[in-house]
Nanobody, 118 residues
């Protein structure tokens, strides 16, 4: 059974930092591209940051220079370090595991709430 379990969401003041974690089980983690998505109330889910199985990263323009995605293939965990948080970063953050070879597979975590407010 595949599980992606996010943690680390919290209430933080503007300018603060958080680190999200996503622990994966039931998949060959190192073979998967991993991503963090977020969904704010009334908005579509959007990609925040991704890291391929080879370690290449990409970021949404709105978080470049503030967020860093990383992975630990021994711990089967992907991280999102978020610095200089702003109120517009408030959202539920979801972890995604994507297998890009055939047959494609996608798995999602349950989400973790990040609220940036004074």
């Amino acid at each position: 059974q595949v599980q992606l379990v996010e943690s680390g969401g919290d209430l933080v003041q503007p300018g603060g930092s958080l680190r999200l974690s996503c622990a994966a089980s039931g998949i060959h983690f190192s073979a998967y591209d991993m991503g963090w998505y977020r969904q704010a109330p009334g908005k579509q889910r959007e990609l925040v940051a991704g890291i391929t199985s080879a370690g290449r990263t990409n970021y949404a323009d709105s978080v470049k220079g503030r967020f860093t995605i990383s992975r630990d293939n021994v711990k089967n965990t992907v991280y999102l370090q978020m610095n200089t948080l702003q109120p517009e970063d408030t959202a539920v953050y979801y972890c995604n595991a994507h297998y890009s070879r055939w047959p494609n597979r996608d798995y999602w975590g349950q989400g973790t709430q990040v609220t940036v407010s004074s």
